[in-house]
């Protein structure tokens, strides 16, 4: 899978803390029911003003920065609400990494979840990344998902990944496949759970049938 | 067996399998679900043939994107198209599985974290998921309630389990009473703003001390709804005679022996004297005063009688600059007093503040007054229960005469899915749980607070410390 091993690219840097995900992809963009037309939503506050036109300014928005693969981000990027559409977003925009000193707990999980690599890294080093990333002609990055390193211009730093959340950049795991192998532990489970604890067994069916739902 | 946490108490007692060193297969009790984070998941589902095992544990809510404009509940209407098709297409994915459905012309619908426990369905001792991230709310019965993902609500629709990472312990020791004139939400946002927006990110924070025992119910809603403000991944409350009274009252299945033995296992959820927590915080509830938002993250918080932080004040280069583009949304002056600062919006409502206890409060404060000259202010229940009790105590026709608007229920302005949306520049004293930028609308300002605090706001015009105004309690 040496597709997957290496994500390299023109990386941008978001200098803002906690970078909500309703900043990510604000609440317009969250009335699908499936997953399509996610780019358009992607930081739409900071890339344009409001009357819709592009801000110039904005570093995703620079000529320089169109094929930007890898966002390096401040403390607590993705904090706040759960919408995975942030996560779905960013990777119709281009985006295959997040490089942050930490992640909200969500986004994280989300991230990897869709095999968006997040990468956390000490603030130096998030610091020299950004210097780097502001450098047209230098401000390429290579994140080796095997051997679990970033290289910049001035940066060549190891991170940490659990061996669960590597494979599932690695290889895309399917999670729901793979929990459905201890189908019959659950079963089990529950089955000594409920005979312990009735009172949590069919705990909505009975309210609901109590409070008559579903009537229409 | 060594001293345990309540966290490590939950978690064991839901441990399918143990994956490996941080994540365990962990049992959920129940699910909910929303009409806007819930549509790729069972499609995600019904594309690879997968079935939902046990619809019983699961439940769902129209919430979100629901408008609140005051008609009957049978005769509501989502005019949006595509609002229109998540709601439908929710109603069709419970029909297919058999999943309990508060639909939109229910008249019990409402916000999922106020409906859930209203209804008894939220006990102690469970694990409840939801993809909404203020699920940390159930931890005030002592349940352990977190936000997930999309993925992670299809994981659990398909095997009733979630592959979950441990979390380390906090605790939050809070000794003292409230002063009169604070709340919870006063309290909470105190925390977070000394905690900071990801002060306990990674941990699980158990709240215990004199204040947290004398805190009601819907009290401890508020507090751990917004724990997750401060990073966290989960709150608890050790569940006492208060939670279980509360949850009895509304469990009426839960009778004869099968309570006997539910009493006799709540009694069992709470940390052993000796248990390790990772982290421990203290904080005296005698020195809260009230709260708000001055920035564009639920940390930059101050007391109503501090002043505007300046940027150049700052530590260091990363505060300087948030502190910066919080200003300059915010529009405030740096150094200047909070307190006085006009409004032109009021909201009474959302998961955090949108309960009977939340209605009675502003009440009091609203009796024998009128909302302020060019200022618009809503009420928004947080469920149609608390909107028939709302009704029948007298609250509803109080804040209508006071010229508040009193609306049918749903998450409305607290992110403004719906039509309910602030305009650019608009400032709204809000009861809700962001002040995100853009959060109740694109370039309106969010200044999160107590409902009396709100309801000061509103009839006065301006942010305003609610203990100089004399309360009329019903």
């Not at chain 1, 990333?133 to 080796?144: F, S, T």
């Not at chain 2, 409230?178 to 941990?203: C, M, V, W």
């Amino acid at each position: 899978m040496s597709d997957s091993r290496f994500i390299e690219g023109r990386a941008a840097a978001l200098r803002i803390e906690n970078l909500d995900t309703d900043q990510i992809m604000p609440k317009q963009f969250l009335r699908g029911i499936d997953k399509s037309g996610l780019a358009a939503g992607v930081l739409y506050d900071q890339r344009f003003d409001a009357q819709g036109r592009p801000r110039p300014d904005f570093v995703l928005n620079r000529p320089d920065y169109a094929d930007t693969r890898i966002l390096v981000g401040g403390a607590n990027f993705g904090c706040g609400s759960s919408r995975e559409h942030a996560v779905w977003g960013l990777q119709q925009f281009g985006i295959r990494a997040v490089i942050a000193p930490s992640f909200g707990e969500i986004f994280y999980s989300n991230a990897l979840n869709n095999g968006l690599l997040v990468v956390m890294l000490p603030e130096p080093v998030i610091a020299a990344l950004m210097r780097d990333a502001d450098d047209v002609a230098n401000g390429q990055i290579r994140i080796d998902v095997q051997a679990l390193t970033v290289c910049s211009a001035s940066v060549d730093a190891p991170f940490t990944l659990s061996a669960r959340h590597q494979r599932m950049v690695l290889e895309g795991l399917d999670v729901i496949g793979l929990s459905l192998t201890y189908q019959a532990q659950t079963e089990a489970f529950a089955a000594a759970h409920w005979a312990r604890h009735p009172w949590l067994r069919d705990v909505s069916a009975v309210t609901g049938r109590r409070l008559q739902l579903n009537r229409s | 067996m060594s001293a345990r946490t309540l966290y490590r108490k939950l978690v064991e007692s839901h441990t399918v399998a143990t994956l490996d060193a941080q994540n365990v297969l962990l049992f959920c009790d129940l699910h909910l679900m929303n009409e806007y984070t819930s549509p790729q998941a069972f499609a995600a589902l019904h594309d690879r043939g997968r079935s939902v095992p046990v619809p019983g544990q699961n439940v769902a809510v129209v919430s979100h994107i629901i408008p609140t404009h005051p008609v009957p509940s049978t005769l509501r209407v989502i005019a949006d198209p595509a609002s229109a098709l998540q709601a439908t297409n929710l109603a069709a994915n419970c029909r297919r599985h058999g999943i309990p459905l508060f639909d939109t012309r229910d008249a019990l619908q409402g916000i999922e974290h106020v409906v859930a426990p209203e209804h008894g369905m939220v006990r102690p001792g469970m694990v409840i998921l939801c993809g909404d991230s203020h699920t940390t709310t159930y931890g005030a019965l002592g349940a352990l309630g977190f936000g997930i993902g999309t993925s992670e609500v299809a994981h659990v629709l398909a095997t009733q389990t979630l592959v979950y990472r441990l979390a380390q312990d906090m605790r939050i020791r809070v000794d003292g009473m409230l002063p009169a004139g604070t709340t919870a939400k006063d309290l909470i946002l105190s925390i977070i703003g000394r905690l900071g927006a990801q002060g306990a990110r990674g941990f699980v924070v158990e709240f215990c001390g004199t204040a947290i025992e004398a805190l009601s119910i819907e009290a401890r809603f508020t507090l751990c709804n917004m724990a997750v403000e401060a990073g966290a991944r989960g709150a608890l409350i050790a569940p006492g005679q208060a939670a279980i009274d509360y949850v009895l009252a509304r469990a009426p299945d839960i009778t004869g022996e099968v309570r006997d033995a539910a009493l006799a296992h709540w009694r069992t959820l709470a940390s052993d004297a000796e248990a390790h927590f990772d982290v421990e915080h203290r904080f005296d509830a005698t020195e809260v005063v009230p709260h708000v938002t001055w920035g564009t993250s639920p940390d930059q918080v101050l007391a109503v009688t501090a002043q505007v932080p300046r940027p150049d004040a700052q530590q260091d280069e990363a505060q300087r600059r948030s502190t910066e583009q919080a200003l300059r949304y915010t529009r405030l002056v740096p150094g200047g007093a909070i307190e006085g600062t006009p409004v032109q919006h009021v909201f009474i409502g959302s998961c955090t503040n949108g309960r009977i206890e939340d209605l009675r409060a502003a009440a009091a404060v609203v009796r024998g007054r009128h909302v302020a000259e060019g200022v618009r202010a809503m009420v928004v229940p947080g469920s149609g229960a608390v909107k028939a009790q709302a009704e029948a105590e007298g609250l509803a026709a109080l804040f209508t005469d006071a010229g508040f608007e009193w609306r049918q229920p749903g998450c409305s302005m607290c992110l403004a899915m719906n039509d309910d949306v602030l305009a650019d520049g608009v400032r709204c004293a809000s009861t809700t749980n962001r002040n995100f930028e853009g959060r109740q609308g694109r370039g309106a300002i969010t200044h999160l607070m107590s409902p009396a605090m709100a309801a000061a706001a509103a009839v006065t015009g301006r942010i305003t410390d609610v203990r100089l105004l004399e309360l009329n309690h019903v």
